[in-house]
């Protein structure tokens, strides 16, 4: 190996290093909030990639079904939680969520998004289709499971993982897909080219973090969410409602795992059970941060993308091995440093 094998090695692991960050961002905020583990995080950039990919072969993605699926089982949900509580206020605030967003998918897909449109146009619209996924999951799946332990919640997560894995191979097959760069080619810096798609990926990726920062800090809705994440019971005491802010955490998980999605079909062949591996390898980032530090989960995940190219230079075949290795002496590095527990809190 020499300098440039290594500096292409470092761009490679850094292009997805930034996306297993991403999702560790996402992982961590929802765990924070709602105490779930959001298993099925890969499973949404697995769907984003897919239905890019097919959007672009002038195809109909399978996703405008469950999308409108989801939507349908989450008003239903709704509207016998507010028959029993006898509180209807809160039906019509979710109405644009379950109803709007799959109509809004289904009708863009069939009837005004022409199958020869623009990239951008074909990305805006996967993002339509895929980022409401999140939160449609969150009223379905784990808003009856408020007051439950991590551990069924937990339960609830992986079981969701294999149904939308199934859904996966329904809907896309089990032939991989992969889409076009969004810009090809490279820049020449002088010592080494850069990859125009590492540039969009840091870009994008430092686009987001700026916006989450100004919402978590500028925002009203944003300091209620970091209120819930210090202390959920106390939050509940000032008026927040954790219902909601988990409602908001899932939403902008589901935003995140879309445009993870568009960012890694061009660098990677994804299959429809490719979001359990691209998922875990974030999960590692989120490990190194006990799941509770953006910047230190952000960092581990950069740290995971750079390990992850190297392995995959010497040993090929060993390379989710080598990776998924990482966690045992992180695991011990943990348990030998930190002396609280991090459960329940409320």
């Known amino acids: 190996m020499n300098a440039t094998v290594a500096a292409l090695l470092v761009q490679d692991g850094l292009t997805s290093g930034l996306i297993y960050a991403l999702l560790a961002v ?14 099925p995080a890969g499973d949404i950039v697995a769907f984003g990639a897919l239905t890019m990919s097919l959007l672009r072969q002038g195809q109909q993605p399978g996703t405008i079904w469950l999308l409108a699926a989801l939507g349908l089982l989450a008003t239903v949900i709704e509207a016998v939680r507010c028959h029993r509580s006898g509180e209807w206020a809160g039906f019509g605030r979710v109405l644009p969520l379950t109803v709007g967003a799959p109509v809004l998918g289904i009708v863009l897909v069939r009837w005004v998004v022409p199958a020869d449109a623009s990239v951008a146009v074909h990305a805006l619209l996967t993002a339509v289709l895929v ?72 870009v994008a990726s430092l686009v987001l973090i700026v916006v989450l920062w100004a919402f978590f800090e500028r925002t009203l809705w944003g300091k209620a969410l970091r209120a819930t994440a210090v202390n959920r019971f106390g939050a509940r005491l000032v008026g927040i409602r954790s219902e909601r802010a988990g409602l908001l955490a899932f939403g902008i998980a589901g935003c995140i795992g879309a445009l993870s ?74 348990s030998l440093t930190d002396h609280s527990l991090h459960g329940e809190e409320e």
């Open 261 to 334: 999605g568009l960012l890694i079909g061009p660098i990677a062949t994804i299959y429809y059970d490719s979001g359990f591996l691209i998922g875990l390898k974030a999960f590692i980032g989120v490990v190194c941060a006990a799941m509770a530090s953006f910047p230190i989960a952000v960092a581990g995940a950069l740290a995971v993308g750079v390990f992850e190219s190297f392995a995959s230079f010497f040993a090929s075949a060993l390379k989710e091995a080598i990776v998924f290795a990482l966690l045992v002496p992180i695991l011990l590095w943990r």
């Open 26 to 39: 996402s992982i961590v905020l929802v765990f924070l909030v709602t105490r779930v583990l959001w298993v």
């Open 131 to 202: 980022a409401p996924m999140a939160p449609l999951l969150y009223l379905t799946a784990f808003r009856p499971l408020t007051e439950a332990t991590v551990l069924v919640k937990l339960i609830a997560a992986v079981a969701l993982h294999y149904l939308l894995v199934g859904f996966g191979l329904f809907f896309f097959g089990a032939e991989g897909l992969r889409t076009p760069p969004f810009v090809s080619g490279r820049i020449d810096i002088g010592f080494t080219t850069v990859s125009w798609h590492l540039v969009l990926a840091l």
